[in-house]
C-alpha cells in the first residue's frame, strides 16, 4: 500500500538535495569536529558553512548567533532555562501562553523551584493572543522574559510577533520566539524581528532529525545545560552531529530561495483540500482562524460532526492515510 502522508506538522522527508548533502558526513569523514588533523579540519568547515547558510537564511548579524543543539525541544530547554538563569539578579518573572510547546512549558515550569514565577497569557477561541494594551496588563517590574510561540501546530494560528517584539523592546524585556513548527513555512527575519532568542526545527522543512537551531542574539547572555567540550562557544558541550547539521543548512539553504514560492503553493493546496471535503461533508469544521495571512500555509485542522478525532485517526491509518488528532496537547495546556 502507498501511504499518503497528511502529518508533515509532525515531520518531513528529507530533501534529495539533503541527503546528498550528508551522504560525505555518513560514508566518508566521520572525523570529530575536535580533531586537529586534515579530516577534523574538513569537518569543522563543514560545520561552519552549515552554520553560515542558516545565519544567511534568517538575516542574522553574525554566524556566531548560531547555536547546533540536538533537536528543537533541547534548543527550547538551553534557550529558557539558560537566559532565565542568567538574567536571575535583575527578576524573577516569566510569560508565556497556554498553547506553549511541552518543552517550553515545562522548561518554565521546571524554573519554579528556583524561585521564578509564571505568568500565563490568555488567548481567544482560535488561540490568537490578544492586543498590546491587553498583554502589557500581564507585565511586571520584575518580568525578564517573555515566550511566544510563533505558530501553533494543532490550530496553526500565526501570532503577531512583529507587533509583540516591538513592544517587548521598549519594555526591555527579552523575546524567545519558539520557531520550531514556523520555520519554513513563514518568513522568520530576526534582523526586523529582533528576538532575543529563537528555536527552529530543521526536520519540519525537509532537513534531518538530530540537529535543532537556537538563534542567540549577540550580547545576550545565557548559562549552559551541558558541561564538557568547548562546542559551540561553550553553550552546548559534546561531539557535533555533523552530518545532520550539514543536512540543516543545506534545508535552510533551499528554503531560503524558495520560500515565497512555497508558502503561495501550500496555500492552494490548503484551500482546495478546505475545499473538496466541504463539498462532501458540508458539516466540516475548522479548528483555528480561517485560511489567510493569520494561519500557517501548511495546516489544516478539521472537525466532522459527530465524529471522533481518534476514531477517525485509526480508520484512516487503516486506510493508508497517516494524520493525527494533536489537539489534546493544546486541551491540556489551556486546563493548566
Given at each position: 500500500?502507498?501511504?499518503?502522508?497528511?502529518?508533515?506538522?509532525?515531520?518531513?522527508?528529507?530533501?534529495?538535495?539533503?541527503?546528498?548533502?550528508?551522504?560525505?558526513?555518513?560514508?566518508?569523514?566521520?572525523?570529530?569536529?575536535?580533531?586537529?588533523?586534515?579530516?577534523?579540519?574538513q569537518v569543522r568547515k563543514a560545520i561552519e558553512r552549515a552554520r553560515e547558510q542558516i545565519a544567511a537564511a534568517i538575516s542574522a548579524s553574525d554566524v556566531e548567533e548560531i547555536i547546533f543543539t540536538g533537536s528543537g525541544t533541547e534548543a527550547n530547554n538551553l534557550?529558557?532555562?539558560?537566559?532565565?538563569?542568567?538574567?536571575?539578579?535583575?527578576?524573577?518573572?516569566?510569560?508565556?501562553?497556554?498553547?506553549?510547546?511541552?518543552?517550553?512549558?515545562?522548561?518554565?515550569?521546571?524554573?519554579?523551584?528556583?524561585?521564578?514565577?509564571?505568568?500565563?497569557?490568555?488567548?481567544?477561541?482560535?488561540?490568537?493572543?490578544?492586543?498590546?494594551?491587553?498583554?502589557?496588563?500581564?507585565?511586571?517590574?520584575?518580568?525578564?522574559?517573555?515566550?511566544?510561540?510563533?505558530?501553533?501546530?494543532?490550530?496553526?494560528?500565526?501570532?503577531?510577533?512583529?507587533?509583540?517584539?516591538?513592544?517587548?523592546?521598549?519594555?526591555?524585556?527579552?523575546?524567545?520566539?519558539?520557531?520550531?513548527?514556523?520555520?519554513?513555512?513563514?518568513?522568520?527575519?530576526?534582523?526586523?524581528?529582533?528576538?532575543?532568542?529563537?528555536?527552529?526545527?530543521?526536520?519540519?522543512?525537509?532537513?534531518?532529525?538530530?540537529?535543532?537551531?537556537?538563534?542567540?542574539?549577540?550580547?545576550?547572555?545565557?548559562?549552559?545545560?551541558?558541561?564538557?567540550?568547548?562546542?559551540?562557544?561553550?553553550?552546548?558541550?559534546?561531539?557535533?552531529?555533523?552530518?545532520?547539521?550539514?543536512?540543516?543548512?543545506?534545508?535552510?539553504?533551499?528554503?531560503?530561495?524558495?520560500?515565497?514560492?512555497?508558502?503561495?503553493?501550500?496555500?492552494?493546496?490548503?484551500?482546495?483540500?478546505?475545499?473538496?471535503?466541504?463539498?462532501?461533508?458540508?458539516?466540516?469544521?475548522?479548528?483555528?482562524?480561517?485560511?489567510?495571512?493569520?494561519?500557517?500555509?501548511?495546516?489544516?485542522?478539521?472537525?466532522?460532526?459527530?465524529?471522533?478525532?481518534?476514531?477517525?485517526?485509526?480508520?484512516?491509518?487503516?486506510?493508508?492515510?497517516?494524520?493525527?488528532?494533536?489537539?489534546?496537547?493544546?486541551?491540556?495546556?489551556?486546563?493548566?
Open positions: 500500500m502507498n501511504r499518503i502522508n497528511l502529518d508533515a506538522q509532525s515531520s518531513t522527508p528529507p530533501a534529495p538535495e539533503v541527503i546528498e548533502a550528508m551522504r560525505p558526513y555518513l560514508s566518508g569523514n566521520f572525523a570529530s569536529a575536535a580533531a586537529a588533523h586534515y579530516s577534523g579540519k534557550a529558557i532555562k539558560g537566559i532565565l538563569t542568567a538574567r536571575k539578579p535583575f527578576g524573577n518573572h516569566v510569560l508565556s501562553t497556554p498553547l506553549d510547546h511541552p518543552s517550553v512549558w515545562f522548561s518554565i515550569q521546571s524554573m519554579i523551584s528556583q524561585g521564578f514565577e509564571h505568568g500565563v497569557w490568555e488567548v481567544d477561541a482560535v488561540g490568537r493572543l490578544p492586543g498590546i494594551e491587553c498583554l502589557g496588563e500581564n507585565l511586571r517590574q520584575d518580568t525578564i522574559l517573555a515566550s511566544v510561540p510563533v505558530s501553533t501546530p494543532e490550530l496553526g494560528i500565526v501570532q503577531p510577533i512583529h507587533a509583540i517584539s516591538e513592544w517587548l523592546e521598549r519594555e526591555g524585556v527579552a523575546l524567545m520566539l519558539d520557531a520550531t513548527t514556523a520555520g519554513g513555512w513563514t518568513p522568520l527575519d530576526v534582523a526586523t524581528l529582533k528576538p532575543s532568542l529563537m528555536s527552529l526545527s530543521p526536520h519540519r522543512f525537509h532537513g534531518p532529525k538530530g540537529v535543532g537551531i537556537l538563534y542567540k542574539r549577540r550580547g545576550v547572555s545565557l548559562v549552559p545545560l551541558m558541561h564538557g567540550g568547548n562546542q559551540e562557544f561553550g553553550l552546548r558541550a559534546g561531539t557535533e552531529n555533523v552530518a545532520s547539521i550539514v543536512g540543516a543548512g543545506k534545508a535552510f539553504e533551499l528554503m531560503s530561495g524558495i520560500l515565497d514560492e512555497r508558502i503561495e503553493n501550500a496555500c492552494k493546496l490548503q484551500s482546495f483540500l478546505l475545499r473538496e471535503i466541504k463539498s462532501k461533508i458540508p458539516s466540516t469544521g475548522i479548528i483555528g482562524p480561517a485560511p489567510g495571512k493569520d494561519r500557517l500555509s501548511n495546516q489544516l485542522n478539521i472537525v466532522f460532526e459527530g465524529v471522533e478525532g481518534e476514531a477517525l485517526m485509526l480508520m484512516t491509518n487503516v486506510r493508508g492515510l497517516d494524520c493525527h488528532t494533536g489537539i489534546s496537547c493544546v486541551n491540556r495546556h489551556m486546563e493548566s
